[in-house]
């Protein structure tokens, strides 16, 4: 256990501390900012600007791109410089692509959720209001994601349970884009893939008409409807949880296997 935390340490430091981290918030706030360029003008509350911008569909596209600049590439840049054989060596295989999983996983999803944050932060300072009126409430966001919550008249939870859901979406897509690069170690391919990749599973998703939790790209637009927060928040967690294990074990697999090939 020791040795995995002193490796996760190692891990965490070079992701936290990396330009792709600070890229991936940057790159956050500028989707969502220009996202609608006038959206929050025509707007009376903070609330309904981020709500209209997450929810105009092209924001959570470039999302899928910005959570893979954190540390997704990580494994092909590890590779490429032979920085992975004196961890080996000093610890083991299974704790060196453990370790790499959790820690593009975490900071892929906290360079996005921090960027959204910000604009968040900034779309509260620029508007007159951060709740809407309560006619506006109660005929349009009270049926829809967390609608429940503004009813309440509880903006902070409302904004939090969206960035839980932007945390989550961003680290699995992150754990994806490093998960190929053990199929095809190229950090250009750790960056687009994830991105092609969500077309294609949202296409099949339509072909086949899967419930929302067996779609993960719309169920990180939250465009559920008279449901509440809870489940929502619940349904979030199990299927991106879910997702993120089966990349964490792929990855592995495959990572031990083209180490062990030199």
Same mark, same amino acid.
């Given at each position: 256990?020791?040795? %995995? ?11 936290? !501390? &990396?330009?792709?981290?600070? =890229?991936?918030?940057? &790159? ?14 025509? *707007? ?5 600007? %981020? ?11 470039? #999302?899928?791109?910005?959570?893979? %600049? ?25 704790? $060196? ?23 968040? *932060?900034? /779309? ?5 209001? *951060? ?7 109660? #005929? ?14 509880? /903006? ?7 960035? $839980? ?39 099949? /998703? ?12 719309? #169920? ?19 299927? !991106? ?8 074990? =792929?990855?592995? $697999? ?9």
């Amino acid at each position: 256990m020791k040795k %995995f935390l002193a490796m996760l340490k190692t891990d965490f430091y070079r992701a936290f !501390f &990396s330009f792709g981290f600070l =890229l991936g918030i940057i &790159s956050t706030f500028v989707a969502f900012w220009f996202a609608v360029p006038d959206m929050m003008v025509r *707007i009376s509350s903070a609330i309904a600007g %981020f709500h209209n911008i997450y929810q105009a569909g092209n924001i959570n596209h470039l #999302l899928i791109m910005t959570a893979t %600049f954190a540390y997704s590439a990580s494994f092909c840049t590890d590779l490429q410089t032979r920085f992975t054989y004196p961890l080996i060596i000093r610890n083991n295989t299974a704790l $060196y692509t453990f370790s790499k999983c959790v820690a593009t996983a975490v900071s892929g999803g906290l360079s996005v959720a921090i960027g959204a944050l910000l604009f968040i *932060i900034c /779309a509260c300072i620029k508007q007159p209001c *951060i709740m809407p009126p309560a006619v506006e409430i109660d #005929l349009e966001f009270s049926w829809q994601a967390f609608g429940d919550l503004l009813m309440a008249g509880q /903006a902070g939870l409302f904004f939090l349970s969206y960035l $839980y859901i932007i945390f989550l979406q961003a680290a699995f897509w992150a754990l994806l884009g490093l998960m190929i690069s053990a199929y095809q170690p190229n950090k250009y391919v750790a960056y687009i893939v994830p991105f092609i990749l969500s077309f294609m599973m949202n296409q099949i /998703a339509n072909v086949f008409k899967l419930p929302i939790w067996l779609d993960p790209v719309k #169920l990180s637009t939250v465009r559920i409807f008279t449901t509440p927060s809870s489940t929502i928040l619940l349904m979030a967690t199990a299927t !991106f949880v879910s997702c993120m294990l089966v990349c964490t074990i =792929l990855f592995i $697999y495959k990572a031990k296997r083209r180490i062990s090939n030199g």
